[in-house]
């Protein structure tokens, strides 16, 4: 449990709270290339509790700036994109991507006015499909993020993403929370002899060869946050193996965890403010994924957009009808929770906490031993961040992002974890 100080220091990240501006010192993904459109219309974005408004200019480059406008305070989200600026709709001033401001029509025509005012403009770049967010200090950018999933033909990638209705940590919590997933996924993940790791099944999600319910955790900090294995009993052979899952915590708000065969799996949690949260969840196959087997993959995790989701990305169950739980279901042994799909199921019990989990409140076991890590590792970055200048876990030092894997494998009894997803885990500088 953490103290209610604690908790608002984890939780908060809005440009005042510490955690809101450690968080401004890292990359981030605000939304996705498809989004934008050169000359297009703008987008409204929200990121870590600011309102801003997104654009892609007729020559391709991004803008990411304050949504209203430095003249009076309308907002550019109604203006139009032109001639590689934004031109707000009140007076006509115009914007371009850096913030720059190059006309003022309502001024004198000698006017300087508009060369001592500047726009709010965040740094973006784009790789993998997404436009990546920088929102702290001009000219301090971290290196480009260089997660797997950038590097490789977006045809085979799956993107996802979801509009959480609860604080950014919560979702991240859910990730690195190996012990819930043969509980709460029961229906999508089962217990199978036949295999001796994840393998995909249509119409169910996956097999698993193991059905404890009790893995023990062990974690190790690395130069990017930790790994942790949870290490289980397997259905086959348990007396001379251990099946072990090895995830992993990528700060500040990024998480990998074991794929079927043939696949990386990676998650996002980008706080949208302090109670809600976009969830961005990236499938890369080894294979190109045509039409067809993308539709069955987001049909099979009840995430089909205009289906499962609405425009803004949210799902269609959410506290008001109860998370669309299906209690018919549940007694006819059809559905576990009532709920289709894993990534519904986890975001149910996320929003069901509350928008910011209480975490005084709770009553941590030994199965919390990563969600308690993580809330450790952030908490002691943020109070160095605020009180020596330290730099955030993860940053100014060379991590190779791109060859960072999560890995799952049955292991003889004896033998260690270590060797298992350890790409990126020397151990930690002192
Ligand atoms: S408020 Fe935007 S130009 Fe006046
Ligand atoms: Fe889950």
Redesign the pocket.
């Known amino acids: 449990m953490l103290t209610p100080e604690e908790n608002e220091l984890l939780c908060r990240v809005g440009p005042a709270a510490p955690m809101g501006k450690m968080m401004r010192r890292y990359w981030i993904p605000a939304l996705l290339s498809s989004d934008l459109e050169a000359g297009g219309d703008p987008k409204r974005v929200r990121l870590l509790g600011e309102d801003l408004v997104a654009f892609r200019a007729h020559d391709g480059r991004v803008g990411l700036l304050d949504e209203?406008?430095?003249?009076?305070?309308?907002s550019?989200a109604l203006?139009r994109n032109e001639n590689g600026a934004l031109e707000?709709?009140?007076?006509?001033?115009r914007i371009d991507c850096s913030g720059r401001i190059s006309d003022?029509p309502?001024e004198p025509e000698e006017s300087t006015f508009k060369d001592r005012i500047r726009a709010t403009a965040y740094s973006v770049y784009e790789s993998g499909g997404v436009v990546w967010a920088y929102m702290g200090e001009p000219g301090a950018e971290p290196p480009p993020l260089d997660l797997p999933f950038t590097h490789v033909p977006q045809e085979n990638v799956l993107t996802v993403r979801v509009n959480i209705n609860a604080n950014w940590a919560q979702g991240l919590e859910g990730v690195i929370d190996s012990s819930h997933t043969n509980l709460l996924h029961r229906h999508g993940v089962r217990p199978s002899a036949d295999v001796t790791t994840t393998t995909l099944e249509t119409g169910i999600v996956a097999k698993r060869p193991s059905n404890d319910t009790r893995p023990r955790m062990e974690v190790q900090d690395t130069p990017y946050g930790f790994r942790y294995a949870a290490i289980r009993k397997p259905l086959a052979n348990a007396e001379s193996q251990k099946y072990v899952r090895v995830s992993l915590f990528i700060a500040p708000i990024f998480a990998m965890f074991p794929p079927p065969k043939g696949w990386i799996f990676l998650q996002a949690f980008t706080p949208i403010d302090d109670e809600h949260t976009m969830f961005f969840f990236w499938q890369v196959c080894e294979t190109a994924l045509d039409e067809k087997r993308r539709a069955e993959l987001l049909e099979s995790a009840c995430l089909r957009p205009g289906i499962d989701l609405d425009d803004e990305f949210r799902l269609k169950g959410n506290r008001s009808n109860n998370w669309l739980q299906d209690r018919g279901a549940m007694r006819r042994g059809e559905s576990h929770t009532g709920m289709g799909g894993v990534s519904p199921e986890d975001i149910a019990v996320q929003e069901s906490m509350g928008p910011i989990l209480d975490r005084s409140k709770e009553h941590l076991g030994v199965s919390d031993t990563a969600v308690i890590r993580f809330r450790r590792m952030m908490l002691d970055s943020v109070k160095r961040f605020v009180e020596e200048d330290a730099t955030p876990v993860g940053l100014g030092q060379s991590i190779p992002y791109a060859d960072l894997r999560a890995e799952e494998r049955m292991l003889p009894i004896d033998a260690s974890w270590y060797a298992v997803g350890a790409a990126g885990a020397e151990p930690v500088p002192a």
């Open positions: 209203l406008c430095p003249h009076r305070r309308a550019l203006g707000c709709l009140y007076h006509g001033w003022t309502v």
